[in-house]
């Protein structure tokens, strides 16, 4: 059974740095082929696809959020850490990983406040 | 950066209509590297479609995918009451991925 979860503060400030981590079971960063994606999602809006790292460190960020994006692995940990730097009030989202296109997290609401 | 379009925007229908989603992309996506999602409000979206026209695990076959290149569509059969939600199409290829705006299925 594949699971995802992510964790992390769901409340910053502007101008500071978030940090979410995405926990999973049931595949590994480790095996070729496989890859975990961040999505977000303001409130009332469209999907959004931040990043994705895979198996072999190869990692990709959206073109609008390179600069602020960093996403790294923990194979041993079984987790995919999001780090997203100045966030902002318009950065106010619900959070997700998701591995395969098919195994989605619940989601983490994170609210920036100015 | 390929951009993903859909329309209509909002579509009202009855349960027991025909739905027809359209996803348009601005350069040419290989049909192996698009995939739809079905979303319902507090909840994470849901593998529909992927390789534009195979369906995910589970999925009713009143739930298909058809197109190639820059235009793909969605077509729901027959709209069962728990069918009423937004739908994204999603493009995977090209080591950068990315999403359409959306398209609301409301009842009419």
């Known amino acids: 059974q594949i699971t995802l979860k992510e964790s992390g503060p769901t409340l910053v400030k502007a101008t500071q740095t978030l940090t979410l981590t995405c926990t999973f079971s049931?595949?590994?960063?480790?095996?070729?082929?496989?890859?975990v994606g961040w999505v977000r999602q303001p409130p009332g809006k469209a999907l959004e696809w931040l990043g994705v790292?895979?198996?072999?460190?190869?990692?990709r960020y959206s073109p609008s959020l390179r600069s602020r994006l960093t996403i790294t692995k923990d194979t041993s940990k079984n987790q995919v850490v999001l780090t997203m730097t100045n966030m902002d009030p318009v950065d106010t989202a619900t959070y997700y990983c998701?591995?395969?296109?098919?195994?989605w997290g619940q989601g983490t609401l994170v609210t920036v406040s100015s | 950066e390929i951009v993903l379009t859909q329309s209509p925007g909002t579509l009202s229908l009855s349960p027991g209509e025909r739905a027809t989603l359209s996803c348009r992309a601005s350069?040419?996506?290989?049909?192996?590297?698009l995939a739809w999602f079905q979303q319902k409000p507090g909840q994470a979206p849901r593998l529909l479609i992927y390789?534009?026209?195979s369906r995910a695990t589970g999925i009713p076959d009143r739930f298909s995918g058809s197109g190639s290149g820059t235009d793909f569509t969605l077509t729901i059969s027959r709209l069962e009451p728990e069918d009423f939600a937004v739908y994204y199409c999603?493009?995977?290829?090209?080591?950068?991925?990315?999403f359409g705006q959306g398209t609301k299925v409301e009842i009419k």
């Open positions: 998701v591995h395969s296109l098919q195994y």
């Open positions: 049931g595949f590994s960063l480790s095996t070729s082929g496989v890859a």
């Open positions: 790292i895979y198996w072999d460190d190869d990692k």
């Open positions: 350069q040419s996506v290989s049909s192996t590297n």
């Open positions: 390789g534009a026209s």
């Open positions: 999603q493009q995977y290829g090209t080591s950068l991925w990315t």
